[in-house]
């Protein structure tokens, strides 16, 4: 899709977006005035399968009615109080969520790049408080390729040049270990180590998955050293990887879960710190918070969010329609497809970069109908939201392999 090809209406929507909003992205020609389900509507009635789904912020599918009727309900009761005052969903919302994670409590943030930095703090409080490490010696322990957020500090553990390039100084207390390597992890705990912070799939860095073992490895050797495992599932968490959390798969419980994304249904920024009270309740009145964070309109999206897990009725479909969707991907392998990597409905493609770059082949996508994101040069990501029909994803892979044949594979 090049600028000849759209029309007058979405060019002068992109040149105004060029003009007046700031340059920190890049996106694809497409310009969305609608969306229901798993598909999205242009401003000049053109209609695409949505298959990336906001990251995963829309797993449900754009305006789920159970959603948008609970934000409806709550938009003409009260949407904010400040947490100066109780109100009456964030209650029912905190249960909710704990009893799903299985943890006693909930701290409620807005976005994700929050509850990482939210759980940095707890980490580093609780080292200095429950662990008694020596104060301001508290490492953190990340991995290679990971993405956690946008913030300062976040970008401090970053590895990618772009994330980092002319942001410094940078926050200290991390170390950056391979990812996937348990042995090479292990190496680097020693007693200063408060926390382990990990995406159980790393999704921008291409939807890497761990070797089986990883994760477990991980859980045993923090749990012999008192250190805790910090899981952001704030991508792969709610659904998308066909369980509520991908630790779920992997067999591990962390004592952290990140949340963020799919919590607040595709309707409002709503994240998550979900951990036991021997770790949450390191924080006391004053040193954390938050204006808009538990805030009665994301409270009750957020119940309605878990209202629609508890059943595990998406968990079961995008396990499913994952399958049946990484099937048919594996099958392009050796055909323009270097490698597929996944888990539930949630997949990473390496294209042949002899073929194209990621960001060509996401344009004629879209040119297709299919919205794809590409990351890190030839690997797209398709993310569909759950609500996906078996049909619809069977079309959107022979879109991908009309593109592929026109590139030449
Ligand atoms: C998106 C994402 C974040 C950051 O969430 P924001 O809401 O954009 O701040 C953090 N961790 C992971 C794994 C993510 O995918």
């Keep these: 899709m090049t600028a000849t090809s759209t029309s007058s209406a979405t060019a002068r929507y992109i040149t105004q977006v060029e003009e007046y909003g700031a340059h920190n992205y890049h996106p694809l020609p497409v310009v969305v005035h609608e969306a229901f389900g798993a598909w999205v509507t242009d401003v000049d009635g053109k209609r695409y399968l949505d298959c990336l789904a906001a990251y995963s912020a829309v797993n449900f599918g754009h305006g789920h009615p159970v959603l948008v009727d609970a934000a409806r309900a709550q938009l003409d009761r009260v ?19 704990a009893r799903l994670a299985g943890k006693d409590m909930v701290l409620p943030m807005n976005t994700g790049a929050e509850a990482v930095e939210s759980a940095i703090k ?8 429950v662990k008694g490490v020596e104060h301001d010696r508290a490492k953190i322990v990340v991995a290679h390729g990971n993405f956690h957020g946008r913030t300062t500090t976040i970008i ?4 990618d040049p772009d994330a980092r390039a002319d942001f410094g100084p940078f926050t200290p207390g991390f170390v950056s270990v391979p990812y996937g390597d348990a042995a090479a992890l292990e190496a680097l705990l020693d007693d200063d180590v408060v926390a382990v912070l990990l995406e159980p799939i790393q999704g921008e860095a291409g939807i890497i998955v761990p070797p089986a073992d990883y994760l477990p490895a991980v859980r045993r050797m923090t749990r012999e050293r008192n250190i805790l495992f910090i899981a952001d599932e704030i991508q792969s968490g709610l659904g998308r990887t066909g369980a509520t959390f991908q630790c779920d798969n992997a067999g591990v419980i962390p004592d952290l ?11 409002v920024p709503v994240s998550a710190v979900v951990g036991d009270a021997s770790v949450l309740g390191v924080l006391r009145p004053g040193e954390h918070g938050s204006t808009f964070g538990g805030n009665p309109l994301a409270a009750a999206v957020g119940l309605a969010v878990v209202g629609l897990l508890e059943t595990g009725d998406y968990q079961r479909r995008a396990a499913e329609l994952g399958e049946h969707l990484l099937g048919s991907l594996r099958a392009l392998v050796g ?35 299919v919205l794809a994101k590409d990351t890190h040069g030839s690997t797209i990501r398709l993310a569909p ?7 619809e ?11 592929l044949a026109e590139l030449g594979a």
Aim: proline share 3%; aromatic share 8%.
């Design 156 to 159: 401090s553990f970053s590895n």
């Design 393 to 403: 994803l069977d079309w959107a892979v022979e879109q991908l392999v009309a593109v």
């Design 257 to 267: 879960y990140l949340l963020g994304k799919a919590l607040g249904g595709g309707i």
């Design 385 to 391: 939201p759950i609500v996906v029909e078996r049909e």
């Design 79 to 97: 949407t904010l109080t400040s947490r100066a005052f109780h109100n009456d969903v964030l209650g029912p919302f905190l249960e909710g969520l």
């Design 335 to 369: 055909h323009g497809v270097v490698a597929v990597r996944g888990a539930g409905l949630w997949a990473g493609i390496d294209i042949d970069p002899a073929l194209a770059g990621g960001r060509e082949v996401c344009e004629a996508l879209a040119a297709r109908g």
């Design 122 to 129: 707890i980490a580093r409080a609780w080292g200095y408080r």
